[in-house]
């Protein structure tokens, strides 16, 4: 009788199966690297910190030599520039750049332009890691943006797309209070001096501490107010705007408040009415208010980008970027320096209802001559842009 010996079958299977089983594993652990590799990856790039600290960098590139980087970064066949080391020419920010890098920990930045075409050529100028990062970054074909792409020493990244457009004007400003950077390096919910970014000096002392909270400050309404102490009889021979990001959270002392103003002596403001409407407000040997208008119904609890601008002959409203109120007077008057600074939130030198305001600001600008509306509409869009 002949037995079959299945031994060696047996073996080949175990072979077989081994091999399949090893294979299928092997698979497996590349899959799982190259996830676990993508899901940390994840958590290094574009971190709302990383983002958050790349937005004060377009600020201060803005704020100094925007056009000069963007000449340099054009003629560059590189298609880069490294601006790590501060290179921007204008010498009232290289301090405030160099902390500004140093407190944010950033080991390199770029300026670049948006589509990376010539900086993706170049890109064996950077560590593995960069280059990793600078592969994943989607892009438009756009040649009037650019495009910082910064490394935290952390070993995190990040990058932000941006054009001037995103920049408010410039040309006569006097004051600049920014919720997003209320420091000057980024923002704080202690402070209680709100930072003049236009390098005026002007900032906002803080009184009876009004809250920090998501970049806006609030007034209560009772108490607390704000003062722009270094504005105090300032010559605005030329005219004045006033702008503000704010949202009206109640009326608190009936029927109107003056949430932004200088209102001792020759004075402007902008104000709101129980009416839910916002108007601009002048006062000189006596009063003169620009009547609110239907057209311009605001509600309650919502921001709006409110502005005022008086030229010395002409009030004009905006809000939202829209004219909603022109109003000539019968005399002109120039706007004599007032014995009070400029005053967010409430004004503790007046008495009754403007006294003190339940508001909440994101931004104050002042400038010293009245902005077109061509201009008015341009701070409106950076506004949309930052908020």
């Known amino acids: 009788m002949i037995k079959n010996n299945n031994k060696g079958f047996v073996i080949t ?4 199966l081994s091999t399949v089983i090893l294979g299928v594993l092997t698979l497996m652990y590349v899959q799982f690297k190259s996830v676990n590799r993508s899901y940390q990856y994840s958590f290094k790039y574009d971190t709302v910190e990383g983002l958050y600290l790349a937005n004060n960098i377009v600020n201060y590139i803005n704020d100094g030599n925007y056009d000069n980087l963007v000449e340099q970064v054009n003629s560059n066949p590189k298609g880069y520039i490294d601006i790590t080391e501060c290179t921007i020419e204008n010498s009232n920010l290289i301090s405030y750049c160099n902390s500004l890098f140093q407190k944010s920990e950033i080991e390199k930045i770029l300026f670049t332009k948006e589509n990376l075409i010539d900086l993706k050529r170049n890109i064996s100028d950077f560590d593995n890691d960069m280059q990793n990062y600078i592969k994943q970054i989607k892009t438009l074909n756009d040649e009037k943006d650019y495009r910082i792409i910064v490394k935290y020493k952390d070993g995190s990244f990040t990058t932000m797309r941006f054009n001037k457009g995103n920049e408010y004007v410039q040309s006569g400003l006097i004051a600049y209070l920014d919720g997003i950077n209320n ?3 980024g923002h704080s919910d202690d402070t209680q001096t709100w930072k003049d970014l236009s390098n005026h000096g002007n ?3 803080l009184y009876n501490t009004p809250t920090w909270s998501n970049n806006s400050l ?3 309404g009772q108490n607390n107010y704000g003062r722009l102490e270094n504005t105090k009889n300032l010559a605005l021979t030329n005219g004045v705007t006033l702008e503000t990001r704010v949202k009206v959270i109640s009326l608190t002392q009936g029927g109107w408040q003056e949430f932004l103003s ?4 020759a004075g402007i403001g902008i104000t709101y009415y129980n009416t839910n409407q916002f108007a601009t407000s002048k006062h000189a040997s006596g009063s003169w208010r620009a009547a609110p208008t239907d057209d311009n ?8 980008t409110v502005v005022a601008t008086y030229n010395n002959l002409v009030h004009n409203l905006y809000v939202n970027g829209i004219l909603v109120k022109a109003s000539a007077e019968a005399n002109s008057m120039t706007i004599t320096p007032s014995s009070a600074p400029f005053a967010i939130g409430g004004n503790p030198n007046t008495t009754g209802m403007d006294a003190y305001n339940n508001v909440e600001f994101q931004n104050v600008l002042i400038y010293d001559r009245a902005l077109s509306e061509n201009e008015v ?3 409106y869009q950076a506004d949309l842009a930052r908020y």
């Open 203 to 205: 900032d906002a002392i």
């Open 297 to 304: 119904i605001s509600n309650l609890g919502e921001y709006y």
């Open 183 to 185: 420091t000057g390096f």
């Open 13 to 16: 299977e175990v072979l077989i």
């Open 262 to 265: 200088n209102f001792e002596g």
């Open 377 to 379: 509409m341009r701070n």
């Open 218 to 220: 609030t007034f209560n």
